[in-house]
């Protein structure tokens, strides 16, 4: 069993989705992440790729995260897929999200 710290030192303390998040505020665009091969990256070339985007997004906890050692933004779902659609509308995506 992986320790909060290991965890967030293997992630580099952010999940693939608080990564695009973090990448699509910085401005950056798909081409200067096309020749990467982490799921962050993926992700937002086929994000960046679309005109409307419908999120679906659950309330579920999950367990590994509720560990107070780990970073505050790595326990907060819904907060971080907020960021993401609001600069994706800024790009000029159509953006909706559905909390389930």
């Known amino acids: 069993m ?3 710290q290991e ?5 580099g303390e ?5 990564k695009v998040s ?3 505020q910085s401005g950056v665009q798909k081409r200067s992440v096309r ?3 982490h799921g962050a990256a993926d992700l937002l070339r086929y994000l960046l ?5 419908h999120f679906i997004v659950g309330h579920a906890v999950n367990p590994a995260h509720q560990n107070p050692d780990l970073p505050k933004r790595l326990k907060i779902r819904p907060g971080v897929v907020r960021e993401i659609a609001e600069v994706l509308r800024e790009r000029g995506k159509e953006v909706s ?4």
Not at 14 to 18: F, I, K, P, R
Not at 49 to 53: A, E, S, T, Y
Not at 97 to 100: A, G, K, S, T, Y
């Open 14 to 18: 952010t999940t693939a989705e608080t």
């Open 2 to 4: 992986k320790t909060a």
């Open 49 to 53: 790729d679309l005109d409307h985007v």
């Open 35 to 37: 020749y990467r091969t």
């Open 7 to 11: 965890i967030a030192r293997f992630w």
């Open 97 to 100: 999200i559905e909390m389930i």
């Open 22 to 24: 973090d990448m699509l």
